[in-house]
């Protein structure tokens, strides 16, 4: 008993010791994190959505959906169109000017670890030492660089996104919630069986007699089909079907040559009963990918030209319990997860066809179940630009040791890598990752996920 007291008493010493000095790493660590005590905000577009600098933000007057405008590009005279619906008279002169993101930066981090890939980080100007700027990493030392049809390609391989970098890069196309009030307009989801009703919060399917089967074909399912628009100001052109294109609605700049992109991600809300499958389709320009799902059964596939590619498996849902489930398309991968838990990626090359983009890049499809779809959001990833001018572009040579390529997310305004005189940021400029304050937000229609330059508040 004195023995067994004995060490529930040096349990208890060692527990507080642990906390004390455990309290005492935090209060070091949070000591070298920059904008903790002084507030460090972004200034600047180049890394929206993921992290914004000044910008008005408006409710769009058509289908409320928070319009945001980058304040450096924005005339408060022009009427403002909406990325989410095309509507075209927006008035941004009432609108309120928003403050650049407050972000912290962790100045200890590179002392443990080495930067990687599609890390957010603030590093010193090269050109401008006292000026502080944000960008993502792309290239490592050793590496040789090149964006090519949007991609980049790192010593000639594909570099792929994780589904947390694709969920932080992503920009909103389509959010469902924001629907025009504009009762003449096609729906942007439409059920070309007429099965699938709307309802207000999204869509419902309510079941078939179809046996089960765990080899469906893809006629066997009713489908719910999204049709992307142009939203084109132009008289005529607001619903105009259209492949998503790159534009991105926070930029007023110039206008260029805009390119389709087939990297889509789809993000919803899904409440089922029965024992059926849900399908998402989605077409990356040369042929059609299926992710389906059995709730009940806790399983999912990809599916290629009827073909099982790929497999995973999840905590078998309740029936009538709600679950968010994503399926995109990245960088030659197929990504599903539920409830933000990777379920399945399947990795694959292009397909030798034609490359022809769809404006019905994505479709929903029911088998056997009754369906109660909500809050859809449809996203792309980012399509990286070359330097304008130009067909593509790329480092002449690898890089040297202990340096780096760093883009803006936001390729067509971001000063970066692809336009400095010297392309390779050495590592001493690195300051450290960079994180939003008070910390990462979900994906969400409007808003934003995680540069531009900073600056520290006076
Ligand atoms: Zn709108």
């Not at 209060?27 to 577009?45: D, E, I, K, N, T």
């Not at 405008?69 to 005339?75: K, L, N, T, V």
């Not at 399509?383 to 390729?411: E, I, M, T």
Request: proline share 7%; glycine share 8%; net charge positive.
């Amino acid at each position: 008993m004195c023995a067994a007291w004995l060490q529930s008493r040096v349990v208890r010493r060692l527990g507080a010791w642990s906390a004390l000095l455990a309290a005492v790493l935090l209060g070091v660590r949070l000591l070298v994190v920059q904008g903790f005590v002084r507030p460090v905000r972004v200034v600047s577009g180049s890394m929206a959505p993921a992290l914004l600098g000044p910008h008005f933000q408006i409710a769009c007057r058509d289908c409320g959906y928070p319009v945001l405008i980058d304040a450096a590009q924005a005339d408060k005279d022009e009427p403002v169109v909406c990325s989410n619906c095309g509507y075209a008279k927006n008035d941004l002169s009432q609108a309120a000017l928003h403050t650049g993101e407050r972000v912290l930066i962790d100045r200890g981090a590179f002392g443990l670890r080495r930067p990687r890939r599609f890390q957010t980080v603030a590093f010193i100007e090269p050109h401008e030492p006292r000026r502080l700027v944000v960008k993502r990493i792309v290239g490592l030392p050793g590496e040789r660089v090149e964006i090519r049809g949007g991609d980049l390609f790192v010593n000639d391989r594909l570099a792929r996104k994780s589904w947390e970098e694709l969920r932080e890069m992503a920009v909103v196309v389509h959010d469902d919630r924001f629907r025009p009030g504009n009762a003449g307009l096609p729906s942007r989801w439409r059920s070309e069986s007429g099965r699938w009703t709307e309802s207000a919060a999204g869509y419902h399917y309510s079941g078939d007699l179809q046996p089960f089967t765990t080899a469906p074909t893809r006629s066997q399912f009713t489908w719910l089909t999204y049709h992307h628009w142009r939203c084109s100001p132009l008289p005529g052109l607001r619903t105009k079907e259209s492949p998503v294109l790159d534009d991105y609605g926070y930029n007023l700049g110039p206008s260029r040559t805009l390119n389709p992109v087939t990297d889509v991600l789809l993000q919803c809300h899904v409440q089922t009963e029965g024992e059926g499958c849900l399908a998402v389709s989605l077409h990356d320009g040369r042929q059609t990918w299926e992710v389906r799902v059995w709730p009940q059964r806790g399983r999912a596939v990809v599916v290629r030209a009827g073909e099982e590619v790929a497999a995973g498996a999840f905590a078998r849902q309740d029936q009538g319990e709600s679950f968010l489930l994503e399926v995109a398309l990245c960088d030659r991968q197929v990504l599903a997860a539920i409830n933000e838990r990777p379920l399945v990626r399947h990795a694959y090359e292009v397909a030798p066809a034609p490359r022809r983009p769809t404006s019905t890049p994505i479709a929903l499809g029911a088998l056997g179940l009754a369906v109660e779809v909500r809050e859809i959001l449809v996203a792309r990833d980012v399509f990286h630009l070359p330097p304008p001018g130009r067909g593509k572009w790329s480092l002449d040579q690898p890089l040297d040791d202990a340096h780096y390529v760093v883009l803006g997310d936001n390729a067509p305004i971001a000063q970066d890598s692809r336009v400095w005189a010297t392309p390779a940021l050495p590592r001493n400029a690195l300051l450290g990752p960079v994180f939003r304050w008070p910390g990462v937000q979900p994906m969400r229609g409007g808003s934003v996920l995680v540069g531009g330059k900073l600056q520290i508040e006076q």
